[in-house]
T-cell receptor, first 114, second 113 residues
C-alpha cells in the first residue's frame, strides 16, 4: 500500500461517543498533519507533528486529541463532539516542514456528529 | 497575516480548451511557496504544482502551468487541453516563514463535452 491512508472513510457518532480517526503514511515522511474541511470554508490546520513531536496546535478544542506514536501513524481521538464538528478530516504528510515540501493528503474521513 | 484569495467559486470549460483559475495571495514573507491542489469528489487532495517565490521560471507539470506574477501577488493555475477528469475543486495554497500551509476557499471546475 502506498501514499497516505485514512480509516474509517465515513463515521457517524453521537455527541457522547468516543471514537478515533487513524492515518498512516507509507512515504517515509517526517511530518504529519490534521486538517478540518467544513463546507464553504478553507481547510483549517488543526495539528502538526514533526518527528513525532507536536509542533502546532491551532487553538483546537480539547475534545480533539491527537496522538503520534511513530512517524508513520497519526491518530485523532474524538470525544463529546458537537454537531458543528461535522466535517471532512484530512490527514497529510510531508518530507519536512520547509517551504518547498509539498504535503500529500489521505482521502479523508467524513465525520457526522448527531 | 497570510491570506489566499480565490475569487471564482465556479468555472466551466469545454473539453480540450484551456482554463485559468485565479489565485492571489498576501504575505510579508520574502521567501514562500505556492501550491495548487485538486480535490475530486472522492475527497483526496492531490498535489499538482509548486512555485517558489525565488523561482524565475513559471512552474510547469504536464498540462498544468502556474502563471506567477510576483509584483501582482498572483499565482494563477492554467490547465491546457481540459479533460472530463479535470472536473474537481481546485485549491491554491501558500506556505511562508511560519511553515503553515494556508488554503484558499477553492474553485469548482466543471469540464463539459
Amino acid at each position: 500500500e502506498t501514499g497516505v491512508t485514512q480509516t474509517p472513510r465515513h463515521l457517524v457518532m453521537g455527541m457522547t461517543n468516543k471514537k478515533s480517526l487513524k492515518c498512516e503514511q507509507h512515504l517515509g515522511h517526517n511530518a504529519m498533519y490534521w486538517y478540518k474541511q467544513s463546507a464553504k470554508k478553507p481547510l483549517e490546520l488543526m495539528f502538526v507533528y514533526s518527528l513525532e513531536e507536536r509542533v502546532e496546535n491551532n487553538s483546537v478544542p480539547s475534545r480533539f486529541s491527537p496522538e503520534c506514536p511513530n512517524s508513520s501513524h497519526l491518530f485523532l481521538h474524538l470525544h463529546t463532539l458537537q454537531p458543528e464538528d461535522s466535517a471532512l478530516y484530512l490527514c497529510a504528510s510531508s518530507r519536512g516542514q520547509g517551504i518547498g515540501n509539498e504535503q500529500f493528503f489521505g482521502p479523508g474521513t467524513r465525520l457526522t456528529v448527531l | 497575516a497570510q491570506k489566499i484569495t480565490q475569487t471564482q467559486p465556479g468555472m466551466f470549460v469545454q473539453e480540450k480548451e484551456a482554463v485559468t483559475l485565479d489565485c492571489t495571495y498576501d504575505t510579508s514573507d520574502q521567501s514562500y511557496g505556492l501550491f495548487w491542489y485538486k480535490q475530486p469528489s472522492s475527497g483526496e487532495m492531490i498535489f499538482l504544482i509548486y512555485q517558489g517565490s525565488y523561482d524565475e521560471q513559471n512552474a510547469t507539470e504536464g498540462r498544468y502551468s502556474l502563471n506567477f506574477q510576483k509584483a501582482r501577488k498572483s499565482a494563477n493555475l492554467v490547465i491546457s487541453a481540459s479533460q472530463l477528469g479535470d472536473s474537481a475543486m481546485y485549491f491554491c495554497a501558500m506556505r511562508g516563514g511560519a511553515d503553515k500551509l494556508i488554503f484558499g476557499t477553492g474553485t469548482r471546475l466543471q469540464v463539459f463535452p
